[in-house]
């Protein structure tokens, strides 16, 4: 097969709000030039012509997958024959990766470190574990000598758990870890993460599954359906909202700006990825309909992948935090605010990196959309 004639196929749903159906339909996805076609299951026939997605690249399709194509969100059921599954399931290999309470102020550079090494963070919450949490999830541990100690270390704080996926992905982030002893990771891998940012063999900065059953029940604990992490980390106190735009993400910038954020002394109190519908983004952004020309495109980008709301905690947080973000255009920002997140991460006014809270008196208003009405 040459290469412009390579193809993936993948079974993929869209729900028409319209006709209150799901629609199923087969995807055939072309990696020469980025484009899809689609084929209505129901009905038989041709849906979309191939066309081009920007953007859109293999890593970025399986299963349980959410992608935009031409404003419509779908979500990847299945393989739809057997040669895309062979050839993806490996690459596509899922495990948990878990920052602990004594990384959280390295999280991004953790959180680069992964994008660096190739990881796709598909999902990813900041959750405070209750004794009894940290109980079932370590409880493979039950009755060792360090079992006490360890579940009282991580309900002592804020973890960000992830899941991530890539080629051999358990084996892969175990070695990116390095030694659960951080004083021999320093010895053996002393680029690994226990090596950068652990202090012992309990505290080591991060967790990972150890096998591919570990990595499926680990993170249904956190993002499943029955998942046994309910509450996510928001205070709805002195805050102001953040949000990592998917182009940001997409480019591996995340834990940079993360980074970029927490070094001006902001504290990140609750951090969670969505994947928008596009009603929630027209909602979420309603208020600059009809004000500003960008608001269509503003909307299209907030929806077209996952995105990363983060609730900031600072002294008058929405004026603070919205100055450190700088102007809404990165272009007037790197000629006027050269430190400022959009003039370092921003490409244009609509792929701008971040959205920050615009008035003050907002700021409690949207940490609540996100980590009350849409977490729920």
Request: charged content about 25%.
């Amino acid at each position: 097969m040459a290469a412009s004639d390579e193809r993936y196929a993948f079974l993929a749903e869209w729900y028409d709000p319209r006709a209150s159906l799901m629609r199923k339909y087969q995807l055939l996805f072309y990696p020469s030039d980025s484009s899809v076609e689609m084929y209505d299951v129901k009905n038989r026939r041709l849906f979309l012509k191939r066309s081009v997605i920007d953007g859109l690249q293999v890593q970025h399709l399986f299963l349980g997958a959410t992608i935009n194509i031409h404003s419509r969100q779908l979500s990847i059921t299945d393989y739809a024959d057997e040669r895309t599954s062979n050839l993806l399931r490996n690459k596509n290999e899922k495990t948990l990766a878990m920052i602990k309470p004594d990384g959280i102020s390295q999280m991004g550079n953790i959180i680069d470190m992964i994008h660096r090494e190739g990881f796709l963070i598909c999902q990813a919450k900041m959750v405070r574990l209750s004794r009894h949490e940290a109980s079932l999830f370590y409880t493979e541990h039950k009755g060792k000598p360090f079992f006490d100690h360890l579940v009282e270390f991580m309900a002592s704080g804020p973890v960000v758990a992830m899941e991530l996926k890539g080629a051999n992905a358990v084996t892969k982030w175990r070695t990116v870890l390095g030694p659960t002893d951080s004083a021999t990771a320093r010895q053996q891998a002393p680029l690994s993460v226990r090596a950068k940012f652990g202090t012992d063999n309990t505290k080591d900065a991060a967790h990972g599954s150890d096998s591919a059953q570990s990595a499926e029940r680990e993170a249904d604990f956190f993002f499943g359906d029955k998942s046994f992490i309910g509450k996510n980390t928001a205070t709805f106190s002195n805050c102001t909202l953040c949000i990592i735009k998917p182009h940001a993400i997409i480019e591996g910038n995340t834990g940079k700006i993360i980074s970029a954020i927490t070094s001006k002394g902001f504290e990140i109190s609750a951090l969670q990825m969505f994947h928008l519908e596009r009603a929630n983004a027209e909602e979420f952004h309603e208020v600059y309909k009809g004000v500003v020309n960008e608001y269509q495109s503003m909307v299209e980008e907030l929806c077209c992948g996952p995105c990363l709301a983060m609730e900031i905690r600072a002294p008058d947080a929405p004026v603070s935090f919205r100055e450190f973000v700088g102007p809404f255009d990165p272009e007037i920002a790197r000629h006027l605010r050269p430190g400022t997140l959009r003039a370092m991460f921003g490409k244009d006014k609509i792929k701008n990196a971040v959205h920050c809270t615009d008035l003050p008196e907002d700021g409690l208003l949207e940490v609540q959309y996100f980590f009350k009405i849409l977490d729920h």
